[in-house]
């Protein structure tokens, strides 16, 4: 089971931090990753990292925005999102997989969402 949490309204250029807290065991191959959602667009990828590696991979649209992170200890993911602008206005989904993939079908383990709202 995956629990995000942290989103909210932010003005435009703002900062947000979302965490995905993970029940059960998470194996050393697995791939976690965020994709948003925003209303009458497809999920979209964001970002996604090795469990236990630091290999990462990013959405053009976010790159240099935002950064995935982890803390294995507590088994939870994060995403930092720094200089928000109104089009990554979304809901953001943690996901868990086994393949080092940007596509939602290679997604398996999915959580319910978080709402991120920024106001322009």
């Known amino acids: 089971q995956l629990v995000e949490s942290g989103g909210g309204s932010v003005q435009d250029g703002g900062s947000l931090r979302l965490s995905c807290a993970a029940s059960?065991?998470?194996?050393?191959?697995?791939?976690m990753a965020w994709f948003r959602q925003a209303p009458g667009k497809e999920r979209e990828f964001v970002a996604l990292?090795?469990?236990?590696?630091?290999?990462?991979l990013y959405g053009d649209s976010v790159k240099g925005r935002f950064t995935i992170a982890k803390d294995t200890a507590a088994n939870t993911v994060y995403l930092q999102m720094n200089s928000l602008k109104a089009e990554d206005t979304a809901l953001y989904y943690c996901?868990?997989?086994?393949?080092?993939?940007?596509?939602?079908?290679?997604?398996?383990?999915w959580g319910q969402g978080t709402q991120v709202l920024v106001a322009s």
């Open positions: 996901a868990k997989g086994s393949q080092y993939s940007s596509s939602r079908l290679d997604y398996n383990v």
């Open positions: 990292t090795r469990w236990h590696s630091s290999s990462t």
């Open positions: 059960g065991r998470i194996y050393s191959s697995s791939v």
